[in-house]
């Protein structure tokens, strides 16, 4: 089985400072782990992935995120924070070894605000 | 700039009626996802095809819904009948399956059952 906590509900920070969104994971093997975010009344949209190779992913936006097997984390992060990232962060996580189509399971999301 | 697209994008009916949603995914995809937001239960997965067929609907209750996929460009959810606790944002999503590929989110339903 597989499974994602987001342990935060919400995130408050003020605009320039540095972000962080926590995200840990549970598979029986090696993971697929993804960032979506959702703006109001909005879809999710693809941020970013881990596959294989550098801990460290870059994706859109400036944001970055950390793979850490020891600790099964996939923290989000961002350098400088700006108010339009104010947004719902979900992350999502898939086994490599499990078949069938590739089904995602996500998070209960955490939402950032990013204050003047 | 290749998008799912989805119908209709707000949909408010009375309970006991038919609601039928639409999706189209991106040209090439070969998996569709349909997924369920609500504020107390978050993002659920409903049902996933791939090459059109059904997969796992394990997340659909099975009385009411009904998910098809009649072509490669089509995907339907219907509920029958709707139910004011149906009342939610639905997303359809589409993908390739190839591992660790990620999918692409349309827009949403949302439906609204008085």
């Known amino acids: 089985a597989q499974s994602v906590a987001q342990p935060e509900d919400q995130v408050n920070v003020a605009e320039g400072n540095p972000l962080t969104v926590k995200c840990t994971y549970s598979v029986s093997g090696n993971p697929y782990l993804f960032w979506y975010v959702q703006y109001p009344n909005r879809g999710l949209q693809f941020l970013l992935k881990y596959i294989t190779g550098d801990n460290l992913v870059k994706g859109s936006y400036g944001f970055e995120a950390e793979f850490n097997k020891s600790q099964t984390s996939f923290h989000l992060k961002k350098p400088s924070a700006l108010v339009s990232d104010s947004a719902l962060y979900f992350c999502?996580?898939?086994?490599?070894?499990?078949?069938?189509?590739?089904?995602?399971?996500f998070g209960t999301g955490t939402q950032l605000k990013v204050e003047l | 700039d290749a998008r799912v697209t989805q119908t209709p994008r707000h949909k408010v009916t009375e309970m006991g009626q038919e609601v039928t949603m639409r999706c189209q995914p991106i040209l090439g995809h070969n998996t569709v996802f349909w997924y369920r937001q609500t504020m107390m239960q978050g993002l659920e997965l409903l049902a996933y095809f791939r090459n059109r067929a059904p997969l796992d609907d394990s997340g659909m209750p099975k009385d009411r819904f009904s998910a098809e996929m009649p072509d490669a460009t089509l995907a339907t959810l219907k509920i029958q009948p709707s139910e004011p606790r149906d009342s939610a944002v639905y997303f359809c999503?589409?993908?390739?399956?190839?591992?660790?590929?990620?999918?692409?989110f349309g827009p949403g339903t949302r439906l609204t059952v008085l």
């Open positions: 999503a589409s993908g390739l399956h190839l591992t660790g590929n990620e999918q692409f």
């Open positions: 999502a996580v898939r086994d490599k070894n499990t078949g069938g189509g590739n089904k995602l399971t």
